[in-house]
């Protein structure tokens, strides 16, 4: 049998944390080749993903600039990694998700009629603003792509009737649920990786740790406000601390640390490296989010997360129960957490509903399907 030559492309930290799995798998399979391009759309946050994987780049675009345009940074995208492809000339070129990176990845296959596969495929929100613009992001994608890895039968079910190919669609589960079982072995073994929470774990000793992460563009602004007071007001309940890892954007910063620098039961923290977000998880009791992958990590560690957005493109959770959308109201949110703080029936009916996204062994089923060419 040929060895088969797969190109793997991603850039941002949700992406390497998803394509580890993948590269992991697919280097270790004789059957295939695998040549890593990462775009670094998100250096500093990618390269300690890279780094905990034990994954060195084939190819480095090295694009991040502060305050890039979209077109400016798709153009680039373009650009740096058809030179890749032209280079390389893969058999498959795989891309993950939604970003920017992604989705240049799959024209630039396209416009050299390279077949590309698509993990985590079919995710809609059926809103092209909402998440913005990574919505469109993926219908070009799901255009392009030959293989269509869908995490979930819902996300199947949104390709098959947009008209995709169905030979192509193949139901794989999530890879983020094998880099999360992957990371917590590691941890385990090596508890010195995510040892650095140890300090706000002693000061909140006793405390319920609310989880809070929050970034979307579509939020920037007053959403952003309501989510800082809606946080002010958790946080003084005596019982509950809060640790939010702050994302390094200033429209986010600047709004956080107007509302809540110097809270006694707040702590916020720099952009937490994989480990530590994985033991962030673990130590909570409930996340709150804006984050798509939060809403698939934090239920395989029986968590509850309430999605602070209007939509989701992972309505499975919500189905499920182990998620629940609650907008940027802030009496909402306020509501919603203090119902799973002080209704154990409430709490206990989304730690304990089954998580949609998959098994741990989404990466092997998707090298199975690259070697065989589906």
């Known amino acids: 049998m040929t060895e088969k030559t797969i190109l793997v492309v991603f850039g941002t930290r949700p992406e390497a944390i998803k394509m580890f799995p993948v590269v992991h798998a697919l280097a270790a399979d004789p059957r295939t080749r695998v040549v890593t391009c990462v775009s670094a759309q998100h250096r500093g946050m990618l390269d300690q993903v890279l780094e905990i994987a034990g994954i060195v780049p084939d190819f480095d675009l090295d694009l991040m600039k502060p305050d890039q345009t979209l077109d400016g940074l798709t153009a680039a995208l373009l650009t740096g990694l058809g030179k890749v492809m032209d280079q390389v000339n893969p058999d498959w070129v795989v891309v993950q998700g939604d970003t920017a990176t992604a989705m240049a990845g799959a024209l630039a296959a396209y416009y050299r009629k390279l077949p590309v596969a698509h993990v985590e495929a079919g995710l809609r929100s059926h809103n092209i603003y909402h998440p913005w613009p990574e919505e469109v992001n993926r219908k ?4 392009i792509a030959r293989l269509h890895f869908a995490p979930t039968d819902v996300s199947a079910a949104a390709l098959l009737a947009e008209n995709v190919d169905a030979k192509g669609v193949h139901v794989t589960g999530n890879t983020v649920i094998d880099a999360l079982q992957w990371v917590s072995a590691k941890i385990e073994a090596e508890p010195a990786l995510a040892s650095g929470l140890a300090e706000i774990e002693a000061r909140f000793a006793g405390k319920r740790v609310i989880g809070v992460t929050s970034h979307r563009r579509e939020n920037f602004g007053g959403g952003l406000e309501n989510i800082a007071e809606a946080v002010r007001q958790i946080a003084a309940r005596e019982d509950v601390a809060v640790v939010f890892p702050v994302h390094p954007n ?35 009791e409930i996340m709150l989010t804006d984050s798509g992958g939060v809403q698939e990590e934090a239920p395989a560690l029986g968590k509850p997360v309430l999605v602070m957005r209007e939509t989701t493109e992972r309505p499975e959770g919500v189905t499920a129960g182990t998620a629940k959308l609650v907008g940027t109201d802030v009496d909402t949110i306020v509501t919603e957490i203090f119902t799973l703080l002080d209704d154990k029936a409430a709490y206990s009916a989304m730690a304990r ?21 589906g």
């Open 250 to 284: 200033p429209n986010v910063r600047k709004v956080m640390d107007a509302a809540l620098n110097g809270l006694p039961n707040v702590a916020m923290i720099e952009p937490l490296d994989y480990p530590h977000f994985a033991r962030l998880l673990s130590v909570a």
């Open 140 to 143: 070009i994608i799901g255009t």
């Open 353 to 373: 509903a089954h998580n949609p996204f998959g098994d741990g062994q989404s990466a092997r089923r998707i090298v199975e399907l690259l070697a065989n060419d």
